[in-house]
């Protein structure tokens, strides 16, 4: 309930079995007028979360993915994101907040990283392909790029208004580190649906299992409070590459941190998001003493893998992605 993530995936799971609120989401897209906070307050003091309870894994995977596509990190938050804060839709989310937590269909979503079921989502966007690179000399290419963009947003204008953007994640994307996910029921990776800011050509991937060392060191990030304490333990100051970015999202001018992988690659071989620290903290500004952190651009369940620990494992299957309606499902392809 602390996070925009986490709040959205609460109205979405009670949305899919009670019609009223169903209408309101539909409907909440122009803001949080009296009239509609009124009526989602109401509705949700109706809103019996117990019927949450006969709710699988794969039941809840859609509502969670529509939540993690809703993120954005380069813009202010979505109207309807205000509608979830406030007050009285705020406290008729907590029982929906409680009953998911207690599910056990949602157990997995505060587990370690699953080693033995691990894999990689490669989209096929049509453009080229990262190529993988000894986790050392990948690292060192993402240090490189992240100090070439503070260098450059100190020549930019200190106007937060002003039209300044780039990177906006705080995650080693992008580099040619591998990350994986797990295995959820017949889905070979749940990375194919847990896809922040999905818009777009999103409709065909392959994936491949990762192997694992078993002795790898994996950190896991449960809440917030562990990303806060990772950047405080191995911090790189970002403000001039992420300030206008992360201010329009969070409302935060300040001194921002994200958390330096290269540093963290020393003391552990991989770092594992679970999907209730990132329900919790996506999009927020963390406090970390007199600075701010974000995680932004990490999807959760995720798993980059820091050192060279992480292999492509057995061949790699195509899949594509299927609409029943609304619905958005994947399955395996043949061509």
């Known amino acids: ?53 006969a709710a699988g894994e794969l039941d809840l995977l859609g509502p969670l993915a529509q939540s993690v596509c809703s993120a954005m990190y380069w813009q202010e938050p979505w109207a309807r994101e205000r509608l ?86 705080s995650s080693p994307l992008g580099h040619g580190l591998l990350a994986g996910a797990r295995s959820l029921a017949h889905y070979e990776a749940v990375g194919l649906f847990l896809v922040e800011e999905c ?45 206008h970015d992360w201010w329009r999202v969070s409302g935060w001018d300040g001194r921002w941190l994200m958390p330096d992988w290269q540093a963290v690659a020393g003391e552990y071989d991989g770092v594992h998001l679970t999907v209730t620290a990132y329900l919790a903290g996506a999009g927020r500004a963390l406090p970390v003493d007199d600075a701010a952190t974000m995680i932004a651009g990490w999807d959760p369940d995720a798993t980059y893998w820091l050192t060279d620990c992480a292999r492509p494992g057995g061949p790699a299957r195509r899949w594509r992605q299927v609409r029943g309606g609304e619905q958005l499902d994947w399955v395996p392809s043949t061509w």
């Open 199 to 243: 818009q777009g050509d999103f409709e065909s991937a392959l994936v491949q299992r990762l192997d694992v060392d078993a002795g790898a060191r994996v950190l896991e990030i449960v809440s917030p409070a562990d990303w806060v304490e990772l950047t405080r333990a191995h911090p790189v100051d970002v403000t001039f590459a992420r300030r």
């Open 84 to 169: 979830l804060d406030t007050w009285s839709v705020h406290a008729g989310l907590v029982p929906i907040a409680q009953a998911l937590a207690d599910s056990t269909a949602t157990a997995w979503w505060s587990g370690p990283t699953d080693r033995a079921r691990q894999h990689t989502v490669i989209w096929e966007h049509g453009g080229p392909l990262v190529e993988l690179q000894p986790c050392q000399v990948a690292l060192q290419r993402w240090r490189d790029r992240l100090t070439a963009e503070v260098q450059r947003g100190r020549e930019l204008s200190d106007d937060l208004d002003a039209p300044n953007s780039g990177s906006w994640w």
């Open 1 to 53: 309930m602390a996070g925009p993530r986490g709040r959205e995936l609460c109205l979405i799971a009670a949305a899919a079995h009670d019609p009223v609120l169903d209408r309101i989401w539909l409907h909440s897209h122009g803001g949080p007028t009296a009239q509609l906070i009124d009526r989602a307050g109401e509705a949700l003091v109706r809103f019996d979360p117990a019927v949450l309870a």
